[in-house]
T-cell receptor, first 117, second 113 residues
């Protein structure tokens, strides 16, 4: 089946630094990827929709200048948390939409645990 | 606006007993409904989905779910629970294929031996 990877799986950074998280579709092309965040014991909340070759669409309340999304190729989307603060500590999960195979399925990555100290 | 409700924070069952995890939804038009399972510090694993057709959907690991349009429900079921089924379960909905999912708050399933 289709596989989506995320790198890194976990990261610890200091407050004020930036962190980049990669989301890759390994065996299919994804024109659309989604970024979610999950706080402990809470549900997944959609942050933004990433479209290859165009600007991401952010959900209300998500700062686009803080959470930079780049979808430069059909297999890679990146989320950069800029000037990270402890309240950005969360579990970030991406998903990729596979429409080329005709299934239009959505596959989730394993997630990235971000801890800001 | 779309929404998903999982009314139970936790469901406790004994191993071998049937289990049900409840989900109701609100969406305009025909819903696309999903169930995912999440183990600690892991991503989501797809269990099953309903798009159209038979109201009873069979999925992975012996799970199934029944779509009930009149009650706007999509409850997850399994005839005989295993201890290894203990995890966090999410119901999700979207208005069309391939769009972002709206998730319920999740239900923790605890299966005791």
């Amino acid at each position: 089946g289709a596989v989506v990877s995320q790198h890194p799986s976990w990261v610890i950074c200091k407050s004020g630094t930036s962190v980049k998280i990669e989301c890759r579709s390994l065996d299919f092309q994804a024109t659309t990827m989604f970024w979610y965040r999950q706080f402990p014991k809470q549900s997944l909340m959609l942050m933004a929709t990433s479209n290859e070759g165009s600007k991401a669409t952010y959900e209300q309340g998500v700062e686009k200048d803080k959470f930079l999304i780049n979808h430069a190729s059909l297999t890679l989307s990146t989320l950069t948390v800029t000037s990270a603060h402890p309240e950005d500590s969360s579990f970030y999960i991406c998903s990729a939409r596979d429409w080329t195979s005709g299934t239009d399925e959505q596959y989730f990555g394993p997630g990235t645990r971000l801890t800001v100290t | 606006a779309q929404s998903v409700a999982q009314p139970e924070d936790q469901v406790n069952v004994a191993e071998g007993n049937p289990l049900t995890v409840k989900c109701t939804y609100s969406v305009s038009g025909n819903p696309y409904l999903f169930w995912y399972v999440q183990y600690p510090n892991r991503g989501l694993q797809f269990l099953l989905k309903y798009i159209t057709g038979d109201n009873l959907v069979k999925g992975s690991y012996g799970f199934e779910a029944e779509f009930n349009k009149s009650q706007t429900s999509f409850h997850l079921k399994k005839p005989s629970a295993l201890v290894s089924d203990s995890a966090l379960y999410f119901c999700a909905v979207s208005q069309q294929a391939g769009t972002a999912l709206i998730f319920g708050k999740g239900t923790t399933l605890s299966v005791s031996s």
